[in-house]
């Protein structure tokens, strides 16, 4: 108990007079957001991370993810407020530790934790009495006691202790110019009640809001019913859009109407499928820890076999149109409009334009692509580059398909050039109408008589 109250205490008086250093393992989309906001806090922050590219561009002033500004990471490098390094030794001057590093899928959809278990074991092999050590990384419940406790017990600490684990999920939402790091509310739950107070202190010293719930696994579960919910509702109006697209009604005119309702509704709109390092992976993680336990969850594996489907689901619609021109998909001209998973971002990973140009290929299409965030796409030792986007691209390609709505592209342009469109983001509504055919995810094709006439 002495133990506890003098390590526990000299821990919360360093975090309140700024004088605990914190570490950041993983200085990602997650990591380095919040490693900016430790420092704006007034903490001296040490970032690990295993890449010499991303410490060297970071302590060269630059950076490397788009909702931090260079200038910012400049003026706390040269400050020394922040300090990038590869050298895990340096975690060691840490008294608080964030992990935030990838948590990816195994090739059969399993959790691949082997990032958090080294980050765990780097954190450990450099962790002293007087820690916290705070797991980011979105995960399946049980994760912080099963793969963190140990680790540090192995070391001969005791959690709850001279240690403090606990599991705070990040809800960045990259592009978001209204939630940023430091005032979305954050869930922090520990492994022990002096875990949860060391980590809300902790959190609370650079966030507005702190929700400290009563365990790791309330907090892991939270992270997870969040990303499962959006996953379900994105699932559920993907749906709408076939169901509306059989009926010939127009999908986005149904969501809008529906919207209307002042409780009880939440707009999501279709799409051609879902991307990002959260969406498509995290219900997988819950999905998986329930197979565990002999449970399927059926919500999750649905919403993710409706919207996995959504790029071929875009192709085939690309197909009908291109044929209702008398033209195949095969030796058919198509640029692809907008890469990156969602809008204003320049973030490919999963990515449904990645499958939907696949898928294109396949069928024999020759597949050019424009994004504004985006300038190359790297895969598999391929680098594609981006096209410029000309009037006589518009005009010479078969279609346009547009996969991603980002605001920085001129659709009206679009609309006066083009011949073809297939719209998948209803970017084209309100635009003025041209000669352009505009094909929406929810679209009645024409009937053999109408394409005669
Ligand atoms: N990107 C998002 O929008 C978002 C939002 C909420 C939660 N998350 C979760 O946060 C976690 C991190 O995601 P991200 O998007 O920041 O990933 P990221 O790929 O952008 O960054 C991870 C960083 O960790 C580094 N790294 C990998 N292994 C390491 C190790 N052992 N030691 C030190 N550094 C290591 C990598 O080099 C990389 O720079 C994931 O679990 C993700 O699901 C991501």
């Not at 198509?334 to 290929?361: H, M, Q, T």
């Amino acid at each position: 108990m002495a133990a506890e109250t003098s390590a526990k205490q000299t821990l919360l008086d360093r975090i309140h007079d700024r004088t605990a250093v914190v570490g950041v393992i993983g200085l990602g989309y997650v990591g380095l957001p919040l490693a900016m906001e430790f420092a704006k806090a007034g903490f001296h922050v040490i970032g690990y991370d295993v890449s010499e590219r991303v410490v060297s561009r970071l302590m060269s002033g630059e950076s490397h993810i788009q909702d931090v500004p260079s200038a910012e990471v400049a003026r706390f490098v040269r400050s020394g407020a922040f300090e990038a390094t590869t050298d895990e030794s340096r975690l060691h001057e840490a008294d608080g530790i964030s992990i935030a590093v990838p948590t990816p899928l195994s090739k059969t959809r399993d959790p691949d934790m082997s990032y958090v278990i080294s980050a765990t074991e780097a954190a450990s092999r450099q962790a002293h009495s007087g820690m916290v050590i705070v797991l980011e990384s979105t995960t399946y419940p049980g994760t912080t006691r099963e793969i963190l406790v140990p680790l540090l017990e192995k070391r001969g600490f005791t959690v709850g202790e001279d240690v403090f684990v606990a599991f705070s999920p990040e809800r960045v939402d990259p592009g978001n110019p209204v939630y940023v790091t430091k005032n979305t509310p954050k869930v922090v739950g520990g492994i022990t009640a002096a875990c949860t107070e060391v980590a809300t202190a902790l959190y609370g010293s650079c966030i507005e809001q702190i929700v400290s719930v009563s365990s790791a696994e309330a907090a892991e579960l939270t992270k997870l019913l969040e990303n499962t919910f959006r996953s379900v509702n994105i699932g559920l109006v993907n749906e709408m859009a076939i169901v509306c697209d059989k009926l010939g009604v127009d999908v986005w005119e149904v969501i809008d109407a529906a919207a209307t309702k002042p409780f009880g509704f939440m707009k999501f709109t279709p799409g051609p499928g879902i991307g990002g390092h959260c969406i498509p992976l995290d219900p997988h993680y819950l999905a998986w820890k329930m197979r565990t336990l002999n449970y399927k969850t059926r919500f999750i594996d649905l919403a993710s076999e409706i919207n996995s489907q959504m790029p071929a689901y875009v192709v085939e619609k690309v197909a009908h149109a291109l044929n209702d021109e008398r033209k195949a998909v095969n030796g058919s001209t198509i640029l692809v409009l907008g890469v990156a998973y969602k809008r204003d971002i320049d973030d490919l990973r999963e990515s449904p334009a990645l499958d939907v140009i696949r898928l294109l290929e396949e069928q024999g299409a020759t597949v050019t692509f424009h994004d504004p965030h985006v300038p190359c796409i790297r895969e598999d030792g391929h680098v594609r580059e981006r096209v410029e986007l000309t009037d006589e691209r518009l005009a010479s390609a078969d279609a346009i398909v547009i996969v991603t709505d980002h605001r920085a592209v001129d659709y009206q342009r679009v609309m006066d050039n083009a011949t073809l469109i297939v719209d998948t983001r209803n970017a084209t509504h309100a635009l003025v109408r041209t000669k352009a055919r505009v094909v929406s995810l929810a679209t009645v094709r024409p009937t053999p008589e109408a394409i005669e006439a």
